[in-house]
């Protein structure tokens, strides 16, 4: 979670980042100059929490650190290391 607060989101190529795995993961990998920036999880979610986090319209919503991600995307991450 700290890397994708970190990345600097208004860099990625729009294009590339709505293309498939592959190239998701090339154009963050390119942006954030982290070759480790997955650390093994899934980059369509990672990419998709990438999303939500930088680009979502809302705010985010306020929520306690137990409930703040849930489902597939937060059990990738904790496996993951990134939460």
Do not use: W
């Amino acid at each position: 979670m700290a890397k994708v607060a970190r990345l600097d989101a208004k860099n990625l190529d729009e294009h590339e980042f709505s293309c498939g795995r592959a190239r998701k993961e090339a154009e963050v990998i390119r942006v954030s100059g982290d070759p480790d920036f997955f650390l093994g999880a899934d980059p369509l979610e990672v990419c998709g929490y990438i999303s939500e986090v930088h680009f979502s319209q809302e705010s985010a919503p306020q929520q306690t650190a137990d409930t703040s991600l849930g489902g597939n995307l937060g059990d990738t991450l904790r496996k993951a290391g990134l939460r």
